[in-house]
């Protein structure tokens, strides 16, 4: 963990004379989904998903949130930091966190095996012609069988294209090797059970393959509404999905 934040901090002081942005910006977007799917997998159905970040030469910091209209659903509090270069890099870390997981469902909860927390690494490469995006869990819960840790990692090609007044962004994306299990408690101590297998697998598949169409509609005089439709499968698991929905951006 030490090394990722010295690996951060060493490019932001390498690229910071070459930025221009002077002065931090904001962003801020809630997203209406008619349903959450994450990297092949359904988390839950119809959610409100908001999202702030603060960023300044080119260092962000950001969270995200997933809240299901279905209180039986699990909540998702994503918080992350990370870096965008100006010539297409981008490395980072996120913390996910996810109701129904840990004991009473208490967030501030850090300590080693009894943590529903999951850190996650990412580093990758985006331009005009598409991203290639590595994602690997290098603490927290994600743990193999026999107790020790999984490091679960993704890896997701996206290619956008114009067609016919639409914006698509064509993906894919594939597990590696064998990925790791969450677990849950019962109570403060006691281990309940290995829960799911993040991403499914035991081995190398692919996991995810999707289409998305987006568009930017006029509403009403200078008010525009950016509403998208995706197919989303798992080949591996041989399921598919459609969803569709649309954002509310401020700044």
């Known amino acids: 963990m ?16 070459i930025l221009a942005q002077d002065s931090p910006e904001a962003t801020m977007q809630v997203d209406l989904v008619s349903r959450y799917m994450w990297r092949g997998q359904q988390l839950s159905g119809a959610a409100l998903q908001p999202n702030v970040e603060v960023s300044w030469k080119g260092a962000y910091i950001g969270a995200w949130g997933s809240m299901p209209f279905d209180n039986s659903e699990s909540d998702e509090i994503d918080l992350s930091i990370g870096y965008r270069a100006p ?21 501030m909860g850090y300590k080693k095996q009894q943590t529903a927390h999951q850190f996650e690494g990412n580093i990758g490469y985006e331009c005009k012609y598409g991203s290639l995006q590595a994602y690997t869990y290098f603490w927290g819960n994600d743990y193999k069988l026999d107790g020790k840790q999984a490091f679960s990692t993704y890896i997701e090609l996206a290619v956008p294209f114009r067609l016919a007044g639409l914006d698509f ?22 281990l309940y059970a290995y829960e799911e297998r993040n991403y499914d697998p035991d081995g190398f598949a692919c996991v995810m393959a999707a ?19 995706e197919l989303h499968t798992n080949p ?4 598919a999905n459609i969803m569709a929905g649309f954002s509310i951006k401020a700044f």
């Open 211 to 229: 289409l998305r169409a987006e568009k930017e509609l006029n509403l009403f005089g200078s008010l525009k509404l950016p509403v998208f439709v």
């Open 87 to 107: 010539f297409g890099v981008n490395i980072g870390i996120t913390d996910y966190w996810n109701s129904g997981i840990a004991y009473k469902d208490i967030y």
């Open 169 to 190: 962004t064509a993906m894919a994306g594939v597990v590696p090797f064998e990925s790791g299990y969450y677990m849950k408690w019962t109570d403060e101590y006691a």
């Open 236 to 239: 591996y698991m041989q399921t």
């Open 2 to 17: 030490n090394r990722i934040f010295a690996l951060l901090l060493l490019a932001v002081s390498f690229c910071h004379p």
